[in-house]
T-cell receptor, first 110, second 115 residues
Framework: ELKVEQNPLFLSMQEGKNYTIYCNYSTTSDRLYWYRQDPGKSLESLFVLLSNGAVKQEGRLMASLDTKARLSTLHITAAVHDLSATYFCAVGGSTDKLIFGTGTRLQVFP | NAGVTQTPKFQVLKTGQSMTLQCAQDMNHNSMYWYRQDPGMGLRLIYYSASEGTTDKGEVPNGYNVSRLNKREFSLRLESAAPSQTSVYFC???FGRGINNSPLHFGNGTRLTVT
């Protein structure tokens, strides 16, 4: 059964600092997604990672995928307040099922 | 282009009452999903439908039923609501595994309270 673990659950970081969110999953997968959710809002897609070694970057966020380690990372560079949100990874299994991690609530302060 | 539309936005039920959450998409997607979101637990998959006429259980299906009425619509029914079903419910849709693997599109959610 596919399980997805995300850590940390909560991250409070100062503006300008760097940090990484981790997403581990338990079984072989051919697709991994990162989403952002603002408080009280729906989910917005950030990245789609489909192959080992895939790296995607958008602004201060960079996502990578290591399928052998069953690990994806979301790296935040020089954080700004606008990045404050909850970030989710989601992993696809052998069917159309898509399982989400528990989310990382990011708070960026001055 | 409306995307994924969920109704209602808010609902309060008494324990034992029933209700149906509606979801419709206009993007010609094959797959549709129902998730629930609770604080500290992320999104948990209730049921999904890979194509019209098929439905499969997710992580937390107990207490729910679903109907894939046609390609556009996927409803979630609570037959006898319980306080443990108080949550925010999200419907999502996508083209499906292997079909460009594009991300899911989400509706705006239904906030359900069961007293």
């Amino acid at each position: 059964e596919l399980k997805v673990e995300q850590n940390p659950l909560f991250l409070s970081m100062q503006e300008g600092k760097n940090y990484t969110i981790y997403c581990n999953y338990s079984t072989t997968s051919d697709r991994l997604y990162w989403y952002r959710q603002d408080p009280g809002k729906s989910l917005e897609s950030l990245f789609v990672l489909l192959s080992n070694g895939a790296v995607k970057q958008e602004g201060r966020l960079m996502a990578s995928l290591d399928t052998k380690a069953r690990l994806s990372t979301l790296h935040i560079t020089a954080a700004v307040h606008d990045l404050s949100a909850t970030y989710f990874c989601a992993v696809g299994g052998s069917t159309d099922k898509l399982i989400f991690g528990t989310g990382t609530r990011l708070q960026v302060f001055p | 282009n409306a995307g994924v539309t969920q109704t209602p936005k808010f609902q309060v039920l008494k324990t034992g009452q029933s209700m149906t959450l509606q979801c419709a998409q206009d993007m010609n997607h094959n797959s549709m999903y129902w998730y629930r979101q609770d604080p500290g637990m992320g999104l948990r998959l209730i049921y999904y439908s890979a194509s019209e006429g098929t439905t499969d259980k997710g992580e937390v299906p107990n207490g729910y039923n679903v109907s894939r009425l046609n390609k556009r619509e996927f409803s979630l029914r609570l037959e006898s609501a319980a306080p443990s079903q108080t949550s925010v419910y999200f419907c999502a849709s996508g083209f499906g595994r292997g079909i460009n693997n594009s991300p899911l599109h989400f509706g705006n959610g239904t906030r359900l309270t069961v007293t």
